[in-house]
């Protein structure tokens, strides 16, 4: 087991119950009616439990086992269907047109966004939120490779096409809306 897995499952051991992001909060009405989904880096899987109420067929993947069981635990509890699974996304990324619906949240990884693109079908659905380098408050990681530069998100994903985007920054009266994270919707076109 690696230090980093070891940090997490020591903060997933005294971790509440989360919420869905934003991201999927504002934008579900985007989500088919059918098809499959995948929660990357899912840990407590409060997006993963929105998806599967939605009655999609969904994946959660984490490197937490600590995190993967308490999410097995949500689902039964909330009588849903979530194929958790212990599994590090970046040594073992979703195979090609995998999935109708992809969603990252407060995870980033940059290496993997050809790999993601690649996993969604065509029309598949991309819901990312994560934390910006620009910020107002303390809110998420301080090493700045963990954090997006302004606009990164529409390079990263620049395969698809976006149907949603915020990125506030520290544009206006910075003590209210949606402040130190990007969020974008994007949809997977034809070749």
């Known amino acids: 087991m690696s230090s980093d897995t070891d940090k997490w499952d020591a903060r997933y051991r005294q971790a509440r119950e989360s919420s869905p992001a934003q991201v999927l909060l504002d934008n579900r009405h985007l989500l088919p009616a059918s098809g499959t989904a995948l929660d990357v880096a899912c840990g407590l899987g409060a997006n993963a439990l929105l998806l599967a ?4 067929i969904t994946h959660a993947w984490d490197s937490s086992s600590v995190a993967i069981d308490k999410l097995r ?40 966004a ?33 954090r997006l530069a302004d606009g990164e998100l529409l390079v990263m994903f620049s395969a698809l096409k976006v149907l949603v985007y915020r990125e506030e920054g520290k544009v206006g009266d910075i003590s209210r809306g949606f402040r130190d994270e990007a969020m974008m919707v994007a949809r997977k076109r034809a070749s």
């Open 53 to 56: 109420e939605h009655s999609l």
């Open 114 to 146: 050809p790999q993601l693109t690649q996993a969604l079908r065509v029309d598949g659905l991309l819901f990312y939120q994560t934390f910006t380098r620009t910020r107002v408050s303390d809110v998420g990681p301080n090493n700045p490779d963990y």
């Open 73 to 112: 635990e949500r689902a039964q509890a909330h009588g849903v269907s979530v194929e958790a699974a212990v599994r590090d996304v970046g040594t073992h990324p979703p195979g090609p047109e995998s999935f109708d619906i992809i969603v990252v949240t407060r995870f980033l990884e940059r290496g993997l």
